[in-house]
């Protein structure tokens, strides 16, 4: 990721001592972490070093806080660290998890101690920006807070061992189990739920209660209520597994306002599966725009049905929430068998998967992570070419002229290992 750096210092007198006072610095636009330093001459200059000799005297203690460009204290660690970071994702201890956002941040200095002479205090903060990053996610699991076997901590520790960035947590029609956010070794557990219903399960990303009423309906027109309501207090709203014959979606599919349809569900018989997926392409082919994402519906390790599996692979712009649930909304991403699967970049005329690019443009591929016995299938609403693939990587630029979309599968013999979302095309 792309950074830049600034640095400002400050001269302390020795009658702000036992003051607080605010040092502002600017925050650029685009920023997904800060890391800021900051030195000074703490310790006397020792006369004798040497082996025996008394520990050196603190002659100056200069305390770090930090508030953020709308005003919202963000964290204090005193005089006890020299460097913090700051993310959506991942803060130092003491300060809050919160984007970088743009505007007039302020250094809290607290001038604890100062030397008769004064002192200079130097401070340097790097920025990262955003940028497109993959991330592997599995957006369905449930835990022991519903009908799953494992604890929030276990499901995290797992997560870890086979390579997920992040998980969402849909324990069926409860919200409980989404306090406090959690976090482990860099793998994310987000909040969401599972509208359950004996004619359909929905999952709800991203809030930690999406519904204020019960989620108890009657008919048809209650279930979309309730997907409704969850919508207008900010989640994303799926059809989980519409097509599984046991646990399907039964209050029909057209005329009704939904973000995504869960295409790929690892609970779900292939049958349903397939029936899921000739459904979303036969929608594409007329012309609609609907995002597909994949998920384990995980409850518990059995032959077959394993956390990740398949996996939901999110090109987002950062590791935050909502950095993730942006790209899952706007289909920039790829659904795989397993988190160890090969990854894919698809791009034409700068739009990448769940974009839209000029008509005709050219669009080129690339696989990695290949075994070399598996089959590219590059599905249009005209038809489909295949390529077969090497080992370890393959590169490769097609145009499809007058098609409407592009999206891809990859295959070993009969078995789905890749699914894309689509690229669009402009067509005059």
């Not at 025996?52 to 005297?57: C, E, I, L, N």
């Not at 201890?93 to 007039?104: D, E, V, W």
Request: charged share 20%; proline share 7%; with cysteine.
């Amino acid at each position: 990721m792309s950074s830049s750096q600034k640095t400002f210092q400050i001269f302390i007198r020795p009658q702000q001592e036992r003051t607080y006072f605010e040092l502002p610095f600017s925050v650029p636009e685009n920023v997904c972490r800060m890391d800021l330093s900051y030195t000074y001459q703490r310790y006397e200059p020792e006369a004798d070093p040497g082996p025996g000799s008394p520990p050196p005297r603190e002659v100056n203690i200069i305390d770090l806080a930090l508030r953020d460009s709308t005003g919202n204290f963000i964290g204090a660690s005193g005089a006890g660290r020299s460097q913090i970071h700051i993310s959506a994702t991942d803060s130092s201890a003491g300060y809050a998890k919160t984007a970088p956002l743009p505007g007039s941040w302020a250094v809290i200095v607290g001038a604890y101690k100062v030397a008769p002479a004064g002192v200079l205090v130097s401070y340097s903060v790097t920025f990262t920006f955003r940028e497109r990053t993959l991330l592997k996610g599995d957006p369905h699991v449930h835990s022991n807070a519903s009908d799953g076997a494992f604890s929030r901590e276990q499901l995290l520790a797992e997560s870890k061992k086979i390579g997920l960035d992040f998980f969402f947590l849909t324990d069926h029609n409860n919200y409980a189990h989404n306090s406090p956010p959690m976090e482990y070794d860099h793998v994310c557990l987000f909040p969401g739920s599972e509208w359950t219903h004996y004619d359909g399960h929905a999952g709800m990303l991203g809030v930690c209660r999406p519904l204020r009423s019960p989620f108890c309906v009657n008919s048809a027109a209650g279930a979309w209520e309730k997907l409704d309501e969850a919508r207008q207090n900010g989640a994303l709203v799926i059809l989980n597994h519409p097509f599984c014959p046991t646990c399907g979606w039964h209050f029909g599919l057209e005329g009704h306002t939904f973000d995504l349809i869960e295409v790929w569900n690892g609970h779900t018989v292939p049958a349903g599966n397939q029936a899921c997926l000739a459904w979303w392409h036969q929608q594409l082919c007329t012309g609609k725009r609907l995002p597909v994402i994949g998920g384990s519906d995980f409850h518990r390790i059995l032959p077959g049905l394993q956390l990740g599996s398949p996996t939901t692979a999110v090109y987002a712009m950062s590791r935050s929430m909502e950095d993730i649930l942006a790209a899952m909304r706007q289909g920039n991403c790829y659904l795989l068998a397993a988190p160890d699967g090969p990854d894919l970049w698809a791009e034409a005329d700068g739009a990448i998967l769940g974009e839209t690019a000029a008509g005709g443009s050219c669009v080129t591929i690339r696989l990695s992570h290949l075994s070399g016995d598996e089959t590219l299938r590059m599905i249009t609403d005209l038809g489909q070419e295949e390529a077969a693939c090497p080992p370890r990587e393959l590169t490769l630029s097609r145009a499809f002229p007058r098609a409407g979309f592009v999206r891809f599968e990859l295959r070993r013999g009969d078995q789905l290992i890749l699914l894309s979302n689509p690229i669009y095309f402009q067509l005059t």
